[in-house]
């Protein structure tokens, strides 16, 4: 079943996505996250018929989102729906969740630690702009050979404010 919640934060109206997840024998259930996405975002997730309004299944979310962006969380414990993006995609965002907080790579970086370097970093660059997880899976964290900012779905001043939060000394 496809869940969804909306949670406020300085970026704006979040909007969550999860699936269902049955729990051990005897526990409750629990919700995979499948998109986080921000207002505007490009390829934003759209709440759909059917999908059920259920924002007590995303409490725990909502409070690690909150903690973050009052600067007391520099990571998630989350668990993501599975087989989501293609092979490559999923190894570029494997990537992106190796990187710290508080720090930016290049794309030219990630495209070495997913074994595609030189050409392969436009794939990576499109790889990093499907990734449906904005702020938990830190794509904000990456950023052109130059230091400069590049591309992100949910805006270039939100990936400023991300990198401000979270001390990264980024020029933009």
């Known amino acids: ?14 909007l969550l996505v999860g699936e269902e997840t ?16 921000l207002p505007g975002q490009k390829g934003a997730a759209v709440v759909q018929d059917g999908w059920l309004h ?3 299944a995303f ?4 409070a690690q989102l909150r903690e973050y962006f009052e600067g007391r969380r520099t990571g998630f414990d989350l668990v993501y729906a599975d087989g989501r ?12 969740d190796g990187v710290p907080y ?12 997913v074994g595609s370097p030189g050409v392969g970093v436009r794939a990576v660059g499109t ?38 939060l979270e001390g990264a000394l980024a020029v933009g």
């Open 1 to 14: 079943m496809t869940m969804y919640a909306t949670v406020d934060s300085p970026l704006g109206v979040l």
């Open 59 to 62: 409490a725990g979310i909502a």
């Open 127 to 164: 790889a990093i702009g499907r990734n449906p997880l904005l702020v938990v899976r830190p794509c904000h964290r990456v950023i052109g050979a130059d230091g400069a900012l590049r591309g992100y779905a949910g805006g270039l001043e939100c990936k400023q404010r991300l990198l401000g």
């Open 102 to 113: 508080g720090e930016t790579v290049s794309y030219g970086q990630i495209a070495e630690r």
């Open 22 to 37: 049955a729990g051990p024998v005897g526990a409750a259930a629990g919700v995979a996250l499948v998109s986080l996405s």
């Open 54 to 56: 259920h924002p007590a």
């Open 85 to 96: 993006g293609t092979d490559f995609q999923r190894r570029v965002w494997a990537a992106l």
